[in-house]
């Protein structure tokens, strides 16, 4: 039986060398550079564990599955064969074996984004603005890849956010996001993202297994992941893999 693996990356296959040590308790643990940054530096970083859960996934077809677009996500060295298909930008977009984004999707999503692009465009400069009066580290950008705004993205460069983008988020965010149930809000460290719903990795995956299955009616489908972002997809594999620490791992310890 074909066996998939949907494989979510960032804080799950690696993270950053100070959460690594952190995260898994020992300083001694030998990590190895897997994420780059655009000036070459490294800064994701996997764990003897972390490599050694992919080297069991060997004759497992993997798909990753991740939030990063395109070149960010090539700047991610796992030691896994090519994948056939790469889930990227939150399920927006989907690439097949030659890095090509698959038509089909990619009109798809063109429909899904259209009603969203001036409303983001709105957001945008009001985060900014907000930004400039009450925490200058703030900033927000669309985030796009081949042509297509996705979401908007706010980080803080100052390294505040644990304070700066929860306050954000009740001082501004909170009210702006009452008309629209249609938009969502997700929140994991640095990263303040604000989506459609209908962007969602879950998506993507249903539409690959949709292609899957026509070939093989009997398939095995696994999803790995960490975060809030990643609950859906992973509710549609047969297992889900959370790592410890995970922000879905605390969301299941409180929920039990
Ligand atoms: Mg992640």
Known sequence: MKTLLFLDLDDTVFQTEAKGLHDHGCANYALEPTAFLESGLAHGFSTPPQRQFLQLMRGVEIIPTTARHTASYQRVKLDIPPPNWVILNHGGTILNANGQPDPSWSAHMQATMQPWLALFND????????????????????????????????????????????RLRDELLAAWLEPHPELTLHHNGNNLTVMPRSLDKAHAVRFLL???????????????GDSQSDADFLALCDYALVPKHAQLMRKLAQDS
């Open 123 to 166: 957001l945008n400069s009001q985060i900014n603005a907000w930004a400039a009066h009450h925490a200058p580290g703030l900033h927000a950008r669309l985030i796009g890849d081949h042509g297509q705004i996705f979401y908007v993205l706010v980080k803080d460069r100052d390294k505040q956010h644990a304070i700066s983008l929860p």
């Open 210 to 224: 949709e292609h899957y299955r026509r070939e093989h009616p009997e398939l095995l489908v696994l999803g790995a």
